[in-house]
């Protein structure tokens, strides 16, 4: 055992050594290596007088180059061979096979550089026996085997193959009807042998298979014929004991051609079936008529819209008796049937079922011609019509083939509209003589043609303003009926329709009134009417397709201008301050209907500033409901001193308690006129304006002035800036019977161009308001004496320079003890300046000077 181990592991050795395991005969090791194998055929070859012997032969597992040589031997018996080819040595054939090599009927053809074939053509009965295929060594130690043996049978041709007349007859016939050809197949060999058959096709130098019944006795369609085997439509029998027959129920186009039988025979040998020989015979030639279809429909049609299109399509063919027609309509906006655009309208398929849209129809008048049928037609049907035509045949097992088809010409159809004609006459059935009178407008349809009964009418309402001058006068949608009547308002005539005031009406189906409960100036105008008929399309739905204008109608009556008349007076003069003003004003009107009126109590006073006139100022308002409103009425402590009320329709009367000085000015009432219009609206009728009543106290008292110094007018910016409003007085005034309200203003600029802005105010009481600065210098303000206000600029910015002045407001004691505000004063302004450095001062000084 340890020995066998050993030469065991030896030769795995050698094989890992030389890439390749050997074979080694009657040793006790395991097939753990193999040599050369050559190998040809197993078992028997079988072979027909006159066919061609092919046998292959391969080596494997082999040292040396990878090109091989072969060398043939025959032996009739086994025992003995005779050379017979070699790949290697042209002198190694015996003398015997030399002619038929040089002839070419014997020859050896390399498949590979380790395979080669053994061809002998036209085998003939001294070719049966033994052919051994041998390899010279290239190895490096002979292992294996070098040559293989097979036996070679010849057989006598026993095999007939014929048509069934000869010569093979030529068939012509039209797509769709049956043919059949034949072929007579038998084999009279004494062995075993099986048949195998082939239908084929032949075009030019294509074929095809059609249908093969195989050596095992199946059957089996070519490519492309599996459908037409299944349905029995191509199908291959057997007649008697040699006749095979290849039947075509239906014909078809691609069925033109030569037809052939091939016929193969088959022998088993070790259980394996082999192709002994092959014979084929042409049988016929099948010639297949075209049919002959042609269509033609009308190549201009017109049609008015809302009729009925009836277009023809004419067949014409060669047969119609035993097809079956199915016909399609096609649509196209181009003349062109190719593009994929077309849209299919109806068919009739070959069961005379029609399918289409509701509107659409097919009728079959006769076996040659069918009409589409398309109702209530609009312009969208104007195009290009096709009319398509496919003849098929009845197959077998229920199917059916298509012999023929073709496309028609255009039709050109041409949809005309025919608008309905009518005229719009726009009447006014009442017309107001004036305000708040009815007025009523009817529009109807009059001369009416070519009237349709898929047409219906809606109206439109419109009013333009008078106008005396050429120019383009807007107008303005009242109302607009839809097509399926529904009523929309434009913005004029949406709130006054909701309100009740304008209603719309359709008294008739061609007559339609418009009515204004209560006509207002505004409604005076021009009014015109449009009607609109629409046409029914086949979905049900309308579309406008005219409009009519009427001629306008005006809405006017003549009214003077209204006139408002407004008298004051005053009841009491104003002698002194203290008393109550009262004044009345008295209005008058004409030309306006049924008037409210409301007051604005208006005083012009001098402004007091250096450039403005005399500002009028509201002080005080009741509107025509009566409500009043404070105006402008600033006096905290006088809230309730002014009193607006209204005595009678036409009458009112102001009063100002506890006058002061400072109300001295020139009072006046303005006074508006309202008509109601509709509902809780009123519109402005007139404006006046009354004579003034001039409130002026003449009084002895004392007389005040104010001046403004500074002691710094020119400083370096960061520097304090002081100014001083001086307070005079000319009369005897106890100090404690007088009060000041003191403001500084200031006007940023070297003119007094500019606004002034407020700085700081001490009103009598003490009190320092301070107004909003956008830099960062600050700002006190006190009283330094009765009559002395200091003002200081603390840390100055470049942007306080300029004109600083100060306003003041005197308040006196009176007798009674009362405080009574007196005229403000100003004084006059002074120029400040802020310098960046003395440099900077010189320089601006020079530039301010010149």
Known sequence: ??????????????????????????????????????????????????????????????????????????????????????????????????????????????????????????????????????????????????????????????????????????????????FEVRCAAASNSQLHTHLALLWELHRGPAHRAVVALTHEGRFRPGPGYEQRYHSGDVRLDTA??????????????????????????????????????????????????????????????SVAEGKELDLPCNITTDRMDDVRPELTWFFSRTPDSTLPARHVLARLDRDSLVHSSPHIAVSHVDARSYHLLVRDVSKENSGYYFCHVALWTPGHNRSWHKVAEAMSAPASVGVMWLEPDYQVHLNASKVP??????????????????????????????????RRSDSVVPRELLAVMDGDWTLRYGERGKQRAQDGEFIFSKAHKDTFNFRIQRTTEEDRGNYYCVVSAWTKQRNNSWVKSKDVVSKPVSVFWASEDSVLVVKARQPKPVFASGNTFEMTCKVSSKNIKSPRYSVLITAEKPVGDFSSPNETKPIISLDQDAVVKLENWTDASRVDGVVLEKVQDDEFRYRMYQTQVSDAGLYRCMVTAWSPVRGNLWREAA?????????????????FNASVHSDTPSVIRGDLIKLVCNITVEGALDPDNMAFDVTWFAVHSFGLDKAPALLSSLDRKGIVTTGRRDWKSNLSLERVSGLEFLLQVHGSEDQDFGNYYCAVTPWVKSSTGSWQKEAEILSKPIFITVKMDELYGETFAHFVNS
Request: charged share 20%.
């Open 1 to 178: 055992m340890e020995m066998l181990n050993t030469a065991s592991k030896y030769l795995q050795n050698w094989a890992e050594v030389h890439g390749k395991a050997a074979f080694c005969k009657d040793s006790q090791v395991p097939a753990l290596c193999r040599g050369r194998v050559v190998r040809v055929p197993a078992g028997t070859l079988v072979r027909v007088v006159g066919t061609e012997l092919v046998i292959p032969c391969n080596v494997s597992d082999y040292d040396g180059p990878s090109e091989q040589n072969f060398d043939w031997s025959f032996s009739s018996s086994g025992s003995s061979f005779v050379e017979l080819a070699s790949t290697w040595e042209a002198s190694f054939p015996a003398q015997l096979y030399q002619e038929r090599l040089q002839r070419g009927e014997i020859l050896l053809r390399r498949t590979a550089n380790d395979a080669v074939e053994l061809h002998i053509k036209n085998v003939q009965p001294l070719d049966q026996g033994h052919y051994k295929c041998s390899t010279p060594s290239t190895d490096a130690t002979v292992q294996g085997n070098y040559e293989d043996t097979v036996q070679v049978k010849v057989l006598a041709d026993a095999l007939l193959v014929g048509p069934s007349a000869r010569p093979p007859p030529s068939l012509s016939l039209r797509e769709g009807e049956p």
């Open 240 to 301: 008697g004991a040699d006749a095979y027959r290849l039947s075509v129920a239906h014909a078809l186009s691609a069925d033109q051609g030569s037809y052939r039988c091939v016929v193969s025979e088959w022998i088993a040998e070790q259980g394996y079936w082999q192709e002994i020989q092959e014979k084929a015979v042409e049988v016929a030639t099948v010639v297949i008529q075209p049919t002959v279809l042609r269509v033609a429909v009308a190549r201009n049609v």
């Open 433 to 466: 003589g004036f305000s708040d009178d009815p007025t009523e407008l009817e529009c109807r349809v009059v001369d009416m043609k070519n009237s349709e009964a898929s047409v219906h009418f809606t109206v439109s309402w419109y009013y333009t303003v008078n």
């Open 687 to 703: 404006t006046g304006l009354s004579n003034p009543i001039e409130i002026d106290f003449q009084t002895s008292g004392p007389i």
